[in-house]
């Protein structure tokens, strides 16, 4: 049984499962479970699409992370009717996502701007801010040492602002980008004992 629930209130089911089952599951399973409810898929599609999909339902928001919270907010805001007037701000909202989460995160941001909202994000993950239309670059250090503005433009001016250390590692991270994929290595052919060869 639920460690929250009444028995009356736990004998009450929706497809074999009870509320303390229900919000046990993540947003993932519940998902597929809830594709009946087109009010409820809504809600859960949109913890999806910021990349939460590994949350449970029922789980405290007292356990969630700065920017898995952050996300739930976001989420909350994709799930109403988009005027297209609205100003976003995210702090660094990609601390602690796999990278196909940032991906995710990044269509999200993208659709929000796309809408005709302004997106602004405080970040230093270098494949969040090579897709910002807009860059400020804040420095030229860290904290006592920062505060001022280094550089702010495009893409293309950051990376060509020498004084900036950002613009300078965006460049690193674009020639890697743009570099052809190398070859794995060859393996060599070694003798063995019995006279054929053996791959290593």
């Not at 699409?49 to 996300?71: K, M, N």
Request: aromatic letters at 4%; a neutral charge; hydrophobic letters at 40%.
């Amino acid at each position: 049984g639920g460690k929250r629930y009444n028995r009356e209130t736990l004998e009450i089911q929706y497809k074999g499962r009870n509320i303390a089952e229900v919000l046990e599951m993540t947003v993932e399973t519940a998902f597929g479970f809830f594709d009946a409810v087109p009010m409820i898929a809504r809600r859960l599609q949109t913890l999806l699409d910021v990349g939460l999909g590994y949350i449970r339902l029922g789980q405290s928001a007292t356990t969630l992370s700065g920017g898995e919270a952050q996300r739930v907010k976001l989420s909350q805001e994709l799930s109403k009717r988009d005027t297209g007037r609205t100003l976003y701000i995210l702090d660094e909202p990609t601390t602690g996502l796999h990278f196909h989460d940032i991906a995710l995160l990044l269509k999200v941001v993208h659709a929000l701007r796309d809408h005709g909202n302004t997106v602004v994000v405080i970040e230093h993950n270098l494949d969040v801010i090579k897709t910002a239309d807009w860059i400020i670059d804040l420095g030229p250090e860290g904290g006592a040492g920062g505060g001022m503005v280094v550089a702010q433009g495009t893409l293309e001016t950051i990376c060509a602002a020498r004084e900036s250390h950002t613009g300078q590692h965006l460049r690193r991270v674009l020639d890697a980008d743009a570099a052809p994929p190398r070859a794995a290595p060859r393996r060599r052919a070694t003798p063995r004992a019995d006279g054929r060869s053996a791959e290593r």
